[in-house]
């Protein structure tokens, strides 16, 4: 089961808070002017993560990965055990990234 599948079946059963799901699967990080963006989500449900700027390419990364695993763990908080158990087949995040 994908993570928007559980996310679908678990507003179905009267879940709430539940999180967009993009936030949960896709990670960008991009250069701004001299730092890096680090970004969860996508458009119009993407958001930047942490103060918004870092000083590397991995920094950005690193924190955008952090805030999906984060939100993750919050997802699992929120489910019925059933869903909660299909986080073992959820796929990593997907990264894109782009260089300056």
């Not at 458009?43 to 990364?61: S, W």
């Given at each position: 089961?994908?993570?928007?599948?559980?996310?679908?079946?678990?507003?179905?059963?009267?879940?709430t808070g539940l999180?967009?799901?993009?936030?949960?699967?896709?990670?960008?990080?991009?250069?701004?002017?001299?730092?890096?963006?680090?970004?969860?989500?996508?458009?119009?449900?993407?958001?930047?993560?942490?103060?918004?700027?870092?000083?590397?390419?991995?920094?950005?990364?690193?924190?955008?990965?952090?805030?999906?695993?984060?939100?993750?763990?919050?997802l699992l908080a929120?489910l019925p055990a059933?869903?909660?158990?299909?986080?073992?087949?959820?796929?990593?995040?997907?990264?894109?990234?782009?260089?300056?």
């Amino acid at each position: 089961m994908t993570i928007e599948d559980v996310i679908k079946e678990a507003a179905a059963r009267g879940v709430t808070g539940l999180p967009e799901p993009s936030r949960l699967t896709h990670v960008r990080v991009w250069p701004g002017a001299s730092q890096w963006v680090g970004e969860v989500g996508q458009p119009p449900h993407n958001e930047t993560v942490g103060e918004g700027m870092f000083d590397t390419k991995d920094e950005a990364e690193e924190a955008a990965l952090k805030a999906v695993a984060d939100s993750r763990s919050l997802l699992l908080a929120l489910l019925p055990a059933d869903l909660a158990a299909t986080a073992e087949e959820w796929p990593e995040p997907i990264v894109s990234a782009w260089d300056a």
